[in-house]
């Protein structure tokens, strides 16, 4: 096993009741073949029942890899991301690069190995890759043209920013550069945390890379493709956008003059995706994340991952 000071990239992997899934990401971690040595840091987020720090501990042991598995008692995914990353920074102080992928995910032959290449190459400060997204039950054309499940696309190259924390590369300085916490735990429930954590970085002036071949393959659970989740999802997205806005914009009357704006766009978006689509479903997508900020700005946020 390498010495933790020889580490120069640590993967992190927060995960909540979903131990078999977890094997799968973690298999496919350790799969990893690369010129460097990395670590594994997992953090479980129900320290009720910590099946996924078993199960971590179950895998990893025999892997031959450096890991560290941990149990957050503090419910809420902001929680636990800042657990890892903290963990990870201090179990293996030389580790340049730190990364994520979820419990959902399974990461692609060269994923590691192409996606520090890009960091170090581009000297980025943060890079994201793409996910390729599998369906678990037969999905519905609509579904897959829904923007939910849109993604970057193209070339790598420098962008403004990503906005998920599922297949993602931050730099060791991008830590030390920002406040405390670095995940607002305001999101814990919400979700979006990771959305505001790379819209602070941008604001900071930190570099965003895209790397094409650093590949993600998200498994979409059943229950996740329904018109019913979609639509809830996409007036969370709005209530995850207003509340960005509010702590960004410094004015409490701006992110309320947007929403009005929002609502008209959305409308006019709604009625050109339905006109390319021919489906109510993906086109309903931006009317009702205009309506999911009109929602937040009263007061009403939804809570998906509370309990």
Known sequence: MQDASS??????????RRPAWLARTLAS??????????????????????????????LLGPAGLPYAVFTEGKQGNCHAINRAFAEAMQAFPRAEFLLMIDDDEMAMPGWLAAIVKTAR???????????????????????????????IEGES?????????GNCLIRRRVFEGLQSPLFDVRFNFLGG?????????RKAGFRTWWCAEAMIHEFVAGERVTARFLMKRSIRT?????VIDRIHSGSALKP?????????????????????????LPAS??????LGRTIASLGFLPKPYKG
């Open 7 to 16: 580490i120069q990239a640590v993967v992190c992997i927060p995960t909540f």
């Open 29 to 58: 971690v350790i799969a990893q073949e690369t010129d460097f040595p990395f670590a594994i840091v997992v953090v479980d987020n129900d320290a009720a029942n910590p099946v996924g720090a078993v199960c971590a501990e179950d």
């Open 121 to 151: 190459r581009e000297n980025a400060d943060i890079v994201g890759g793409p996910v390729d997204r599998e369906f678990e039950v037969p999905a519905t054309t609509a579904v897959m043209q829904h923007p939910l499940f849109g993604s």
């Open 157 to 165: 190259r420098e962008i403004d920013q990503i906005h998920g924390s």
């Open 193 to 201: 945390g990771d959305m505001e954590f790379f819209t602070r970085c």
């Open 238 to 242: 709005g209530s995850i956008n207003y």
């Open 256 to 280: 309320v003059a947007k929403n009005a704006v929002s609502l008209w766009l959305g409308l006019g978006r709604s009625v050109r995706l339905f006109t390319k689509t021919r489906r109510l």
């Open 285 to 290: 997508h931006p009317l009702l994340v205009s």
